[in-house]
């Protein structure tokens, strides 16, 4: 049945949108191959990984920075004045 609803007028847009995705997926394939030696899918989830790899990174150095701001600060108002005068 879907392959009769191809050949009349009303199934030839949807089997053209379904040409015109491959000849763009196949065409993007293609262009991030050469420039990166891997397909776009591939690339596209590697560059995800990667900026959740760096992002990961960049909040723990905020939690530590802001950790280590904060354990200066306590040590600050509960130090004893005998430990402050040495």
């Not at 949108?17 to 891997?38: E, L, P």
């Amino acid at each position: 049945m879907t392959a009769i609803a191809g050949f009349t007028p009303v199934g030839w847009g949807a089997v053209a949108v379904g040409v015109a995705a491959v000849g763009v997926k196949w065409a993007a394939d293609g262009i991030c191959k050469n420039i990166t030696g891997k397909d776009l899918t591939e690339t596209i989830s590697d560059g995800i990984i990667d900026l959740s790899n760096w992002t990961t990174d960049v909040e723990i150095k905020i939690a530590k920075s802001v950790t280590g701001a904060i354990g200066g600060w306590w040590n600050k108002i509960t130090k004893s004045p005998q430990s402050a005068s040495s």
